[in-house]
């Protein structure tokens, strides 16, 4: 691989599930076994239906991300920051666990939003997901805000919401100012994340795909890598430290 001195890398769920949080769509996807828990993902559905919400916080309640641990793959990329080449880190995942494993904040643009704060859909209160999860423990199955008495949900972003601007401009600014564009764990199918790819090989960027399964970007990557990703990232990551030295 040619001189990388600049790596923006997307990650998707396939980077979590070695550290037991599920993907949507893979084989054992939970999308993929319940399709109806898709349909439910919508915030029309959300909003609408007060038994989807409480079907919600039951879910979150029980979610693997709380006892969740990064794993090599999540090292690898701090190890590709403290060797200086890393450009940005966007993730579509929602359980911090980039940041908990050591990769620095402000380098991580959390395009999905973050599972660990909640946030009012009426008055915008953001609150730590930890005090309004104490509060479904007492008993509440559809907490409303403290402040507003509006509907609550996860700090993250539903099918039917829009991204944010300011997040998607960071995350397009990445893709376009990078030598080498990775996208790891993730299907490509959900736009406009997807079409970071797309970015990155319009300005010129070297593109390569870590997925279990095939993507609709697999074409045109520079090179896809079909491995599983906790052992193919950090053998990856090496090769582009060493390629940079």
């Not at 007060?50 to 090599?72: G, I, T």
């Not at 660990?116 to 997901?129: H, K, Q, V």
């Not at 907490?143 to 507003?148: E, I, R």
């Not at 406009?192 to 795909?209: F, M, R, S, Y």
């Amino acid at each position: 691989m040619n001189e990388p001195r600049t790596v923006s890398v997307l990650t998707g769920a396939g980077v979590s599930t070695d550290s037991g949080i599920p993907d949507f769509r893979g084989p054992q996807g939970v999308w993929t076994k319940n399709p109806q828990a898709e349909a439910d993902a919508s915030i029309d559905r959300y909003l609408a239906d007060p038994e989807v919400r409480r079907a919600s916080w039951r879910a979150r309640l029980d979610h693997a991300a709380w006892d969740a641990r990064p794993n090599a793959a999540h090292l690898a990329l701090v190890e590709l920051e403290r060797a200086g080449l890393l450009r940005a880190l966007v993730t579509q995942n929602i359980d911090e666990l980039h940041q908990r494993a050591g990769s620095s904040p402000e380098k991580v643009i959390e395009i999905h939003g973050t599972m660990r704060r909640a946030e009012c859909l009426s008055c915008e209160l953001i609150t730590p997901m930890e005090d309004v999860l104490a509060r479904v423990r007492a008993g509440e199955d559809d907490p409303p805000c403290l402040s507003c008495g509006g509907i609550q949900k996860a700090n993250t972003i539903s099918f039917g919401q829009s991204l944010r601007p300011e997040v998607m401009r960071a995350a397009q600014r990445a893709a376009r100012t990078c030598h080498v564009f990775l996208a790891v764990g993730t299907s490509l199918t959900v736009h406009p994340a997807a079409g970071l790819c797309g970015e990155a090989l319009d300005a010129g960027a070297t593109l390569v795909i870590v997925n279990a399964q095939p993507t609709p970007y697999d074409p045109f990557a520079d090179r896809v890598i079909n491995e599983p990703i906790g052992q193919a990232l950090p053998t990856l990551v090496k090769e582009l430290i060493d390629a940079a030295r």
